[in-house]
């Protein structure tokens, strides 16, 4: 016998997306450890109760967020992929690298991937780490063809960016006006798709 979804179900569904998305904001904001349940169900307009009822509390709810930036990136791989069919390995590649940078101008997902990283001390959350490493992966290696060392590349470019964008290099200015020599050995040869806070970099 098959059960419809009841009233609750599907307005704890639509609650869910929700509140997920704002514990996207608000971890990126101030981590994992200091961020209280109570500020993500604010954020939502709803009470920390029935964020209990819809999470296994706050290590579920993080979960769900950090998934949420996971499922994201693979959306925004598959996209590329799919514009480039029988694409050359490494200019399909460039443009995922491209794409990601774009992605990642997007300042709460990128410090939500790097608040995670600084929680990996936690089980779940170095599993889940993990798993949305894995998943890339296979993602690049499935739609690109490209060889191990070129997907290793693209991985460490990417935690460049993250690198760029978190610390504000590519908006550091010296007192000529220029970038200092040490940042520029950094972010020389990255593209910067925008300034300020909301900044992105890629290769």
Do not use: N
Request: aromatic content about 6%; glycine content about 10%.
């Amino acid at each position: 016998m098959t059960t419809e979804p009841g009233p609750f179900r599907s307005t704890a569904d639509a609650r869910r997306s929700i509140i997920t998305r704002r514990a996207v904001e608000v971890f990126a904001r101030s981590g994992y450890r200091a961020t209280p349940v109570a500020d993500v169900a604010k954020e939502a307009g709803i009470s920390p109760a029935y964020v209990f009822r819809l999470y296994d509390g706050k290590l579920g709810l993080f979960l769900a967020a950090l998934e949420h930036c996971h499922e994201r990136v693979i959306e925004t791989l598959t996209k590329v992929a799919d514009e480039m069919p029988g694409g050359e390995p490494g200019a399909v590649l460039s443009a995922m690298g491209d794409a990601y940078a774009q992605l990642i101008s997007d300042r709460d997902l990128l410090m939500l991937q790097v608040h995670a990283l600084s929680s990996v001390d936690v089980p779940e959350i170095a599993a889940a780490t993990r798993r949305g490493l894995e998943r890339t992966v296979t993602l690049l290696k499935e739609r690109t063809g490209a060889p191990d060392p070129a997907i290793q590349q693209f991985i460490a470019y990417g935690q460049l960016c993250h690198l760029i964008v978190a610390a504000g290099l590519a908006d550091l200015t010296g007192g000529d006006g220029t970038e200092p020599r040490w940042a520029k050995v950094l972010t020389d040869g990255m593209a910067h798709p925008g300034s300020g806070p909301g900044a992105a970099a890629g290769r």
